[in-house]
């Protein structure tokens, strides 16, 4: 199937990564980046516990992927990237809601995510995703030396039992603080 005459959200299946995805997802990672990552650097992520590897699937072929960690109170992506025929076409929104949607469930309340200070498009999708940039980390890249932007999704309505992570004033907390 062409990319170029499809409506603009495509009917995909997310599913779990398995092994015999990899050429496909070596594929989009060698096209998508150039400083990719090799299949042992996807494999010494997703041998972590803590570590999962999902793609989307279209008519039985790989059209993105996205490697992500579990952390107590978020989850960190790692590497998430679309075939280029694909892109623009609503698959990264879907991965993105995926990830969202698993916040809640699984007793989580942010994502998080570094981006290349280059990679503007990256910058762009995130943003009009929720994510906002939370600081800014010097050298990040040690191929470049480049800086990257931690970006955060935050989930707006935060149940209450959700321990909170970010900075808090207990200050406010007290009506009559002078």
């Not at 980046?33 to 072929?61: A, K, P, Y």
């Not at 989930?155 to 009559?176: C, I, M, Q, S």
Request: proline fraction near 3%; charge should be negative; include cysteine.
């Amino acid at each position: 199937m062409r990319a170029d005459n499809i409506s603009e959200h495509l009917d995909v299946q997310i599913r779990w990564l398995i092994r015999r995805d990899m050429p496909q997802v070596l594929d989009i990672e060698q096209t998508s980046f150039e400083q990719s990552w090799t299949e042992e650097d996807f494999l010494c992520s997703l041998r972590q516990r803590h570590c999962i590897g999902m793609v989307v699937e279209l008519n039985e072929e790989i059209i993105g992927f996205m490697i992500y960690e579990l952390h107590k109170v978020s989850l960190r992506v790692l590497n998430f990237a679309v075939a280029e025929p694909y892109r623009r076409h609503g698959i990264g929104i879907q991965m993105i809601q995926k990830l969202i949607d698993k916040l809640s469930q699984q007793r989580r309340s942010e994502i998080d995510l570094t981006v290349r200070e280059t990679n503007l498009s990256a910058q762009l999708f995130y943003q009009s995703q929720g994510f906002k940039a939370v600081n800014v980390l010097r050298g990040h890249y040690p191929d470049t030396d480049e800086d990257a932007y931690l970006l955060r999704y935050q989930l707006l309505d935060v149940p209450d039992w959700l321990p909170f992570e970010g900075v808090r004033n207990r200050l406010t907390a007290y009506k009559d603080a002078a």
